[in-house]
Protein backbone atom coordinates (compact mmCIF):
# COMPACT_ATOMS: atom_id res chain seq x y z
CA UNK A 1 0.00 0.00 0.00
CA UNK A 2 3.21 2.21 0.42
CA UNK A 3 3.88 2.21 -3.06
CA UNK A 4 0.70 2.74 -4.61
CA UNK A 5 0.16 5.84 -2.54
CA UNK A 6 3.64 7.32 -3.23
CA UNK A 7 2.23 6.25 -6.87
CA UNK A 8 -0.93 8.67 -6.29
CA UNK A 9 1.56 11.45 -4.43
CA UNK A 10 3.44 11.82 -7.60
CA UNK A 11 0.73 11.94 -9.82
CA UNK A 12 -0.73 14.68 -7.96
CA UNK A 13 2.53 16.11 -8.20
CA UNK A 14 2.70 15.86 -11.80
CA UNK A 15 -0.65 17.32 -12.27
CA UNK A 16 -0.11 20.43 -10.31
CA UNK A 17 3.20 20.97 -12.36
CA UNK A 18 1.47 20.43 -15.83
CA UNK A 19 -1.04 23.12 -14.52
CA UNK A 20 0.96 25.54 -13.37
CA UNK A 21 3.16 25.32 -16.45
CA UNK A 22 -0.20 25.54 -18.66
CA UNK A 23 -0.91 28.74 -16.85
CA UNK A 24 2.67 30.17 -17.18
CA UNK A 25 2.58 29.59 -20.89
CA UNK A 26 -1.37 30.81 -20.83
CA UNK A 27 -0.92 34.05 -19.12
CA UNK A 28 2.08 34.97 -21.06
CA UNK A 29 0.01 35.52 -24.19
CA UNK A 30 -2.63 38.13 -22.02
CA UNK A 31 -2.15 41.53 -22.63
CA UNK A 32 -0.70 43.27 -20.13
CA UNK A 33 -1.62 47.14 -20.48
CA UNK A 34 -5.21 48.77 -19.85
CA UNK A 35 -5.15 52.41 -21.06
CA UNK A 36 -7.24 54.89 -19.40
CA UNK A 37 -8.28 58.38 -20.16
CA UNK A 38 -10.49 60.40 -17.77
CA UNK A 39 -10.43 63.47 -16.18
CA UNK A 40 -8.71 64.21 -13.09
CA UNK A 41 -11.45 65.69 -10.89
CA UNK A 42 -15.61 64.81 -11.01
CA UNK A 43 -17.55 66.48 -8.78
CA UNK A 44 -20.98 66.22 -7.74
CA UNK A 45 -23.78 66.40 -10.22
CA UNK A 46 -20.91 66.31 -12.96
CA UNK A 47 -20.67 63.53 -15.68
CA UNK A 48 -17.80 62.41 -17.34
CA UNK A 49 -16.61 59.81 -19.92
CA UNK A 50 -13.75 57.50 -19.24
CA UNK A 51 -12.32 55.59 -22.09
CA UNK A 52 -10.39 52.04 -21.29
CA UNK A 53 -8.60 51.02 -24.33
CA UNK A 54 -6.85 47.47 -24.12
CA UNK A 55 -4.30 46.82 -26.75
CA UNK A 56 -4.33 43.25 -28.15
CA UNK A 57 -1.36 41.06 -29.60
CA UNK A 58 -1.52 38.39 -32.16
CA UNK A 59 -1.58 36.51 -29.60
CA UNK A 60 -4.29 37.85 -27.12
CA UNK A 61 -7.93 37.49 -26.42
CA UNK A 62 -10.84 37.75 -29.00
CA UNK A 63 -11.72 41.50 -28.87
CA UNK A 64 -15.29 40.44 -28.10
CA UNK A 65 -14.86 38.48 -25.66
CA UNK A 66 -12.85 41.40 -23.37
CA UNK A 67 -14.84 42.23 -20.41
CA UNK A 68 -14.25 44.24 -17.13
CA UNK A 69 -15.88 44.48 -13.70
CA UNK A 70 -15.19 47.42 -11.98
CA UNK A 71 -15.81 48.46 -8.03
CA UNK A 72 -16.16 52.39 -8.15
CA UNK A 73 -15.52 54.77 -4.73
CA UNK A 74 -18.72 55.82 -3.18
CA UNK A 75 -19.82 59.05 -4.76
CA UNK A 76 -19.17 57.74 -8.39
CA UNK A 77 -22.32 56.27 -9.96
CA UNK A 78 -21.33 54.40 -13.45
CA UNK A 79 -22.01 51.02 -15.02
CA UNK A 80 -20.27 47.91 -12.57
CA UNK A 81 -19.56 45.69 -15.70
CA UNK A 82 -19.00 46.48 -19.58
CA UNK A 83 -17.79 45.32 -22.77
CA UNK A 84 -15.17 45.82 -25.02
CA UNK A 85 -15.99 46.87 -28.92
CA UNK A 86 -13.64 44.82 -30.85
CA UNK A 87 -11.09 46.66 -33.67
CA UNK A 88 -8.24 45.47 -35.28
CA UNK A 89 -5.71 46.09 -33.10
CA UNK A 90 -7.02 47.36 -29.80
CA UNK A 91 -10.51 46.87 -28.07
CA UNK A 92 -12.20 50.03 -26.50
CA UNK A 93 -14.75 50.85 -23.85
CA UNK A 94 -16.15 54.00 -23.14
CA UNK A 95 -18.35 54.67 -20.35
CA UNK A 96 -20.25 57.60 -18.33
CA UNK A 97 -19.32 58.22 -14.58
CA UNK A 98 -21.59 60.32 -12.47
CA UNK A 99 -20.25 62.26 -9.40
CA UNK A 100 -22.69 61.57 -6.53
CA UNK A 101 -22.93 63.01 -2.87
CA UNK A 102 -21.75 59.99 -0.48
Request: glycine letters at 10%.
Amino acid sequence: MGEAAGQGIAAIWALAALGALLDAGLSHARPKTLDITAPRDVFVGETARIAFDLPLRESGPVAGQAAALTGWLDGLAAPKAFVFAPSRDRARAEIQLLGQRR
